[in-house]
């Protein structure tokens, strides 16, 4: 029998943590994959690179979100030194069907003028959006997810 193929997307080495649930406020559950980009299936993976089925250990490796999720990065590269200030917001996306939709609603926010963007990066499962913003880590959230973006 054949190994099922790698459909992971091509992505960071921006892992999240165990602890984190397997979906975002209550919606669908979303699949873990491993930092080398390996579905994680029952708390093992098969590893293509050696040709080995491996364990996942909880709590000790780390993971990502993947497909059918989106995972989201938001960065703000204005730094003023405040101490409430936004940094960065990293969150696996369950609620929306796909890319086009979670673009969409980027526009929508961007329109606000909340913040000023200085690259954006999308493929089919992540985005990584760079800004510059005054707002504090909770305000940014806040508008973020009123928007749907988180």
Known sequence: MEPPANTNPPGTNDALTESEPAASDGGRPTQRWTVDGYPIVDGKYLDLSAGELKTHVAGVDQFRGGPPSVSVYWQNRLASGRGDQFLVIAKVVTH?????EYLARVGTFLGKGLCKVCSLNATRYEVYVVVSSEL???GFREALAKDGLL
């Open 96 to 100: 929306v069907r796909d890319l086009t």
């Open 136 to 138: 504090s880590e909770g």
